[in-house]
């Protein structure tokens, strides 16, 4: 008889969410290192209907018992923001390494308490901003380093779409929702990988909705502490309908950035300095590809991620910062 090899390293999703076949099921059909076995959901009947139109295996009906699970290696959390700190830690106390989806956690203090939880564990501990990983965002990152530019002055970074169903989850203070958690993280994180990590915020404005806790949109001022200056825009539900992009701009240059986030679906890089006037262009192949090549590396290899659980702090306070600035309350754990 045959004997069927195991894949290297077995994932479990917590969650039937929306984003999971694109973030994660369709990057582990492509990468033969891993496989996506099992998936649990609080309606057991909506986690069979998941699993049987993507050919995953095993069902839970408690997420709990999937992070217990001995047959399982690494747990992929897309819940509700709120949520993913209680399943970080759970997955983490039950020895699984995590890919928990951004943000990180609902505010700063919880990262610091997943951070040192992760780093007393010695599981892989990674924040899903996908597009960290892209070659593109590698390239504007080297672009910055290289000094081409010159001495920054100016970084900004947006994020809008538009989502004008209100009762949707991301509206929902109780589940840490807002536009600045949803949208404005990649702005906020952006603004830290081109400008230069620790910025200060020193002015925030946000567009509320019904509920005067939740922003629809979300506009803020940032320092540097090399000197320059920043901006992150984000919205759910504005004028700016969508806008997805980043500006660098030094004494020598400038680089601009379209569709950062998502480069999958067509982006650019044009670069204006002393050297000239340059557009590239980067593989169409999918950020969440080179994110889930990214973790499966860190886990069977050791290798060095870019978005640990260390990083997210950082962000993290960041945001937290933007909503004090804006008169806005932190975003509590669910």
Not at 124 to 137: C, G, K, T, W
Request: net charge neutral; aromatic share 6%; charged share 25%.
């Amino acid at each position: 008889m045959t004997e069927v090899s195991r894949p290297a390293l077995r994932l479990g999703i917590l969650g039937a969410a929306a984003i999971a076949p694109a973030a994660i099921v369709g990057p582990a059909e492509r990468n033969p290192e891993v496989a996506v076995t099992a998936v649990a959901a609080r309606d057991r009947a909506r986690a069979v209907r998941f699993a049987g139109k993507h050919r995953i295996a095993r069902v839970y009906g408690d997420y709990q018992e999937l992070v217990e699970a001995p047959e399982i290696d690494a747990v992929y959390i897309p819940l509700p923001n709120g949520l993913h700190g209680r399943w970080t830690r759970a997955a983490v106390a039950a020895g699984k390494h995590v890919l928990c989806e951004k943000p990180f956690t609902a505010n700063a203090d919880e990262a610091r308490e997943i951070a040192a939880l992760a780093g007393d564990s010695g599981r892989v501990v990674m924040e899903a901003f996908h597009y960290r990983y892209h070659p593109l965002i590698r390239a504007a990152e080297d672009i910055v380093a290289s000094g081409e530019l010159g001495t920054l002055r100016r970084v900004e970074t947006a994020l809008s779409f538009p989502l004008p169903k209100f009762s949707d989850i991301r509206y929902d203070y109780d589940l840490a929702g807002g536009a600045l958690m949803d949208a404005g993280c990649y702005a906020v994180h952006m603004a830290r990988v081109l400008g230069g990590p620790d910025p200060e915020v020193v002015d925030a404005r946000a567009k509320l909705h019904d509920d005067p806790r939740i922003d629809r949109a979300m506009t803020a001022e940032l320092r540097f502490p090399a000197g320059h200056t920043g901006r992150i825009s984000c919205s759910m539900w504005s004028s700016d309908v969508l806008r997805i992009s980043a500006t660098v701009v030094g004494d020598r240059g400038r680089m601009r950035l379209l569709n950062p986030v998502l480069p999958h679906y067509g982006h650019l890089l044009l670069v204006r300095s002393d050297q000239g006037r340059r557009v590239r262009r980067f593989p169409h192949r999918p950020s969440y590809d080179y994110q889930l090549d990214a973790f499966a590396d860190a886990v069977l290899r050791g290798t060095p991620v870019a978005t640990t659980a260390d990083d997210a702090i950082t962000t993290m306070s960041v945001l937290d910062a933007i909503y004090r600035c804006a008169g806005l309350p932190l975003r509590l754990p669910s």
